[in-house]
């Protein structure tokens, strides 16, 4: 166990790791050069064109010694852009997101301060663990409720603050929920006009013999919804195409590389190996060989770009069908069209950037079959995920590659390579495996066939949550693998959990102390630096830049994963509340954690991070079950704890909090959650009025013929030219199509007919 | 432990004892005073006025004896109607509900034949129960899986056995839910024109201090369905006066009684005391005395009904909103209206007989926090319900009763009453208990405020479900209170519940045996006699009744009690399945049970019951439900069981068979309940447009002006006579109100008011 001083100089040191990190990322983020590794944002958002240059300000390096005084200024200008700017500027997703950090302050201050005021000393003032012979203690434990020895009446302070932190949170995520709520619909009604508001993604079209699914979606929406259907777009399967694309698109980054290396030293003529990675077979020349590779990529392209808009059966059985109203919308999104409730599904499209082209055709029973498997898959990648990698770690060892490669033998046994591998080898395994868990989690949701991206990240976000709850808070808490720990827990009695876990809680207070100082703080400094964009901006910027728009394509703005940065900051809530009435030595840690990230995603988000899509803070439903999640969790512990230190009279009064917890939860869902699922018809009415009133002239078919057509379409040389807006697009699409005759020409016209009705 | 023989001769016991019920019913039913007890249906449906009486069958007494000759016929003749008839005849929820012993034939029927073939003989030829000494053994535990020596690789019939039950009854369920969800929506579509079809409920009007309810209602509907909303009925808060006529009905009952008394014995006129239940008070002239009360009632009745009337605060928060279309009324039932999701609740409105309306005024958080209170009022009631009976039981003594009333002393000691007292009263209060518990979880039920008397059921059949499986089944099999068991449930691993429970099956196998035959056989065929009802009718015959009309309100069909009949018939669900892979020889014994069951009540189906209302088999994915809670049961159990037979290498593939079971249940969730839940809008328009071909002049104002009106303006004298179709009803209301001036009229007119636009 460590003492205060012990944990002060870790606290020292990591503080100071961060602030190296920070130190040189203000001056790394002063330097012209990166200005598009840290600045992207403003380019992105056409504000800013090239670095800033003035005096003394060289087009790399910044040599003013005035803004290196200045260093510090990022910090107070994160904080003061106003909200509504915020999210004017960067969406609601971002705003509400770091929303999440200041209530992660509002709800640890207040408990922070009650703690230390009450719980520390009626924990200090006892002379419990100093009687213990047998245990070492130190001043940590102390101030935890260790230290109040069984059977106390003092329990009663603990039980009266569980009551009162409980209490204090619900409020505040009450509060919380409530203005969420209000920004989302201000946010929803402040829009300007976008597609996805008329629009309903339908799928599971059932198959017609004698309809085109166009025809078959056209009559069905003509029929039900006779007053307020206005067209619809159907889907294509582009997915080949969309892969053709992408190795086109990594061609011509190889044939600019070598282009440019051409151009440095015209004496050498670039070749290359044209088998495997460039690892053996011929070698040719680089140039003309990606040049070819391109041209007949590209014939293959245009093949198939063809082949989609001729072949009926690369129309997949969904369409983006829209409405003359918002209502119109509403009302489709929101009802059951047939009494087959597995056909004719409607929910609320996404904005089309949100789209998850992929997962558009996938019938009911297949669906539900993919939600068994991924679940058992969850449950098992939870629980067993370490098996996998002890195996591989049993096969990483020195005899195990000798075995398999016996030429590296000598190279092998040299020893300091030997070390290497023997230490670091078999934490490389786990390392690589957590590095690669949130791909396998987003690969996972994919499976389960979630149709925008937007849901898929809340998916891949509740799948990793449940991992760091078992594995990182459970798995530090119990010793034993969570294997074990399962095994364990499925032969002790359900009231017996909570005590095997929460006796050891206290214990683990320094343990979750240096956690939350290395992972919290260094790893918050390190978001800054963005040492991984950063690194691969000037690589690309060597090799590929030739113009301001390959610079432009170079910058990776990177977004807010909510995916991965979300259940990670659920684990300080669920620490927070945990230890809040055990041993609040470790809130002002996390305080610090929530204030650091704070300020540092603020800045992230206002300067860096580009969103690729907008949910409207769709997330907030999620957000608020898992701190409440926590809440339960931290309850039952607490309930098991005390159960422990012969406080029979005391506990039975914390058995109603989860209770009361849950019922909370069912209130929240209740009260708010539909703002988050369904546009209500008052909303829809209201802004539909607005702009009958505003634009009477409008014609909405006109603006939605093309909002929902697979981004491989739409992309470069192949958008389509602005028509005039009076004329019948049909008839638009037939002159064009017959007067120009090409390829691109064709597929397009026949893309817009079927938008048509 | 009863051997084959002890079975055989209980078994025949209980038959006799069910065939002299069905005797006894046989002769009473053929008797021509009794033909309103035993087939009201008929006159009910107008069909029948007076019983059949030709020969030498009397009015009283049927002395055909030929008639007697032929007293089975009933039972053919309850099969003969053919179901599309039965479902004109009964309604869907009658039909629907028989199928449930249906389902429960064709599922077990099976079953029991592979059982008999595979299992019986696997068990039969071990000689592992003949070895042990130490336990006396019969015959049916030699059937049984007891017989089976531990470790034996014979338990893999068992486990095959055990997965092509679940298959095979998959199969089943997945076939009637189908069937079910095709009759409802047959029937929902072929249903004669219905308010329902064109009205929502709307509940949680918010409060608007410029305009009243009505007023509110109509310029919210006006603007936000403003294509579809056609008129609007407000609801009165008429408990008070709902309660004054109930007493009215009670008094008219009682002057009744005495007119007769006095008519038939006109020399002594009837006396009453005036005191509290007729027992103390002054003596006074009976008739008089209820003329008076009767008068005075009616006063206070017309004072209470002209109040409601006038009195804006009488007007509750709640309104019916009728629509032009069955398509704008699925639409508005099915969206969201406001972005407060806890105002403007839209749900599909009840059929007016199903609607129950003391709940429709239930704010939101009073609601929430109900639903809290009933949830831990359920719990305890579930697992604590002995601890009052036992207080009573403790009072319920002689000891006790000598303490609280001393004066009854020589009565109480006298050998025979204390005998009795010691032998029963125990027992009584229990049984009381029993008896009034449906009721009691009834009231649970209206306290959570469902609004409708089909979802008032359907939640109270849910709890009294669960009260059967605790405390009856699970109370049956380990040994203790319910209380004890939760106690040791809490302190045992979860791995360890099924085991302890599993192990006990096939011991209680022969208890369960007798239950089925007591509570099964011999409770149907009390059932088809009808006691009750049978005995009050006779009563009221005699002393109440003098027209034919009286003679028709003393008929009490009853109506299949769904709440109370549903949840007892699921524990034989339960048994069979938990005991079809243990015990096979349970099956034969609830095989009986369906087919008898399936035949009286399919005779009273047709022949008794008038249900109170029509809710379209709504029941169903409830009895879906729970069946499939029966099959995880069971399947845990055969784990529970198997994994102390020393059977390791056989358990671990029946882990795979609760889970498929959950999932089979969540696939038939998404693929059919919608249809129970939501009208589909294809459906709605099928009938809309058909409606419109077939009465383009259809009025649907004036159809729809007085449907959802409480019960209480409509009853008797009250009822408005029916106005021009093709005038105003506004200006219809008015003048007649300003001709007739009654109170009655005004009052009328005044409701008519609020429900135009």
Known sequence: MASLEDIGVAAGINGLSALVFLLAYSILRLQPINDRVYFPKWYLKGIRASPVSSGSVTKIVNLDPR?????????????????????????????????????????????????????????????????????????????????????????????????????????????????????????????????????????????????????????????????????????????????????????????????????????????????????????????????????????????????????????????????????????????????????????????????YWRNLAIPYVELSLRRLLIAVALFFLVFFFMIPIAIVQSFANIEGIEKVLPFLKPVIEAKTIKSFIQGFLPGIALKIFLILLPTLLMIMSKIEGYTSLSALERKSASKYHKFILVNVFLGSIVTGTALQQLHDFLHQSPAQIPKTVGVSIPMKATFFISYVMVDGWSGIAAEILRLVPFVIFHLKNSFLVKTEKDREQAMDPGSLAFSITEPRLQLYFLLGLVYAPVSPILLPFIIVFFAFAYVVFRHQVINVYDQKYESGASFWPDVHRRILIGQVISQLLLLGLLSTKEAAQTTPFLIALPLLTIWFHLFCKGRFESAFLRLPLQNAVIKDTLERATEPELNLKVYLEDAYIHPIFKCGEYRRPIIDEESDPVIVATKRNSRKGSKTGSSESSLKLSSTR
Chains 1, 2 share one sequence.
């Not at 107070?76 to 997101?97: K, N, R, T, W």
């Not at 069905?220 to 892969?243: E, K, M, P």
């Not at 992408?246 to 011509?252: G, R």
């Open 67 to 355: 803004m290196y005084l200045r260093f510090w200024n990022w910090m107070p200008a994160a904080l003061q852009m106003p909200e509504p700017e915020l999210i004017d500027h960067a969406g609601l997703d971002s705003a509400v997101y770091i929303r999440i950090y200041l209530l992660g302050l509002k709800i640890f201050i207040p408990i922070t301060a009650l703690a230390f005021v009450v719980l520390v000393p009626v924990n200090w003032t006892n002379e419990y663990l100093a009687k213990l012979k047998d245990v070492t203690s130190s001043d940590i434990d102390k101030l935890s409720i260790s230290n109040v020895p069984p059977g106390s009446s003092r329990f009663w302070a603990h039980i009266v603050m569980a009551y009162v932190f409980s209490f204090w949170t619900w409020y505040k995520l009450y509060m919380e929920y409530k203005i969420v709520t209000k920004m989302r619909l201000q946010f929803l009604a402040s829009e300007s006009r976008r597609p996805d508001q008329y629009t309903v993604l339908v799928k599971n079209v059932p198959a017609d013999p004698d309809e085109s699914v166009s025809e078959h979606v056209d009559h069905f929406f003509c029929v039900n919804h006779s007053d307020h259907y206005l067209t619809h777009q159907i889907v294509y399967n582009a997915n080949r195409l969309a892969t053709l694309v992408e190795n086109k698109k990594s061609l011509h980054n190889w044939l600019t590389y070598y282009q440019n290396k051409y151009e440095r030293n015209p004496s050498a003529k670039p070749t290359v190996k044209t088998g495997f990675w460039g690892l053996w077979g011929q070698r040719v020349d680089a140039i003309d060989y990606y040049a070819t590779e391109i041209e007949k990529l590209t014939e293959e392209e245009e093949a198939e770009r063809d082949k989609i808009t001729r072949d009926p059966k690369a129309v997949i059985p969904s369409a983006f069908v829209s409405f003359k109203s918002r209502w119109g919308a509403a009302v489709c999104a929101q009802t059951q069209q047939s009494s087959n409730p597995t056909i004719w599904l409607t929910e609320w499209a996404p904005e089309p950037r949100d789209v």
